[in-house]
C-alpha cells in the first residue's frame, strides 16, 4: 500500500503574523515557516502505519515556492520515502490543490491519502473533502484513530455529540486531528540522511493542469485591537458601566 501525505510550509504558529502594508496578503520575509501541524500529525500516522508492515511507501507532497524543499526534507527526516515538490509561486485556492494532489494520486497509484484537516495560515478544511470528490473515493474527516485490517480503514472521529466509527473501504481520503497522535522529533543521522535525498521536482503545467481562478483576494487586514478590560468592585458598578455604553 502507498500512502500520500500533503504538508504545506506555513507560517510558525509561535510567529507574529504581520500584514503588508498595502493589504495584499501576509508578510512572510522575516517570519519562522514551518510544517503545517496537522500535515505534521498526518505524516506521523503514515509513518507508524508503514512501520506496522501496513505500508510500503510513504510520499510526501508540497505545493508551493522553492522554500518548500525546506519543508520536505524535514518529512523525509521523519521518515517518508519519497518527495515530490510541485513548483508554484502563485496562490492557490483549495480546489486548485485538490486537483493536483488528484493528479499525482493518480500517477503515483496512491491507496490511502492522509491529510491534515486543515492548515493553520487559512483554516479552510476543505481540500481532503474535495480531494475525495475528485477521486470518487470514500473519506472520513476530524480521524483521531486509525487502524486498517484486511483491505478496510476504521476511523474514529470527534463530532459534536461524541465520537463516531466509520469503516472505509480503500482507497479513501483521511483528514487528521490533533488527537492522533503526537508526532516524533527527527533524529541527526536522519536529518543528515534526508538531505542526500533526491526531491522529485515538476510544474503545474507539466501535470497537464489547467487551473482558473475562481476567488479573489480583494484586501487583507489585521483584525481590530481588542481594548483593554476594567475591573469593577460589585455588580451595581457593572451594570452603570453596562448602562452607559448603552449595553443594557
Known sequence: MKILVAVKRVVDYKSKVRVKPDGSGVDTS?????????????LE???????????????????GDAGCQETLRQALALGADT???????????????????????????????????QAIDDDCNQVGQMLASLLFWPQATFASSVAITDGNVSVVREVDSGLETLSLSLPAVITVDLRLNKPRYASLPNIMKAKAKPIKKMTVDELGLQLKQHIEVLHVKPPVVREAGISVSNIKEL???LKQKDVI
Not at 512501520?51 to 505545493?63: D, H, Y
Not at 515530490?84 to 483549495?94: R, Y
Open 30 to 42: 522575516a517570519v519562522k515557516m514551518s510544517m503545517n501541524p496537522f500535515d505534521e500529525i498526518a
Open 45 to 63: 500516522e503514515a509513518v507508524r502505519l508503514k512501520e506496522k508492515g501496513l505500508a510500503k511507501e510513504v510520499i510526501v507532497v508540497s505545493i
Open 83 to 117: 518527495a515530490i515538490h510541485v513548483n508554484n509561486d502563485q496562490w492557490l485556492e483549495p480546489l486548485h490543490i485538490a486537483k493536483i494532489l488528484r493528479t499525482i494520486v493518480s500517477k503515483e497509484c496512491v491507496d490511502l491519502a492522509l491529510l491534515g484537516k
Open 239 to 241: 451594570m452603570d458601566i
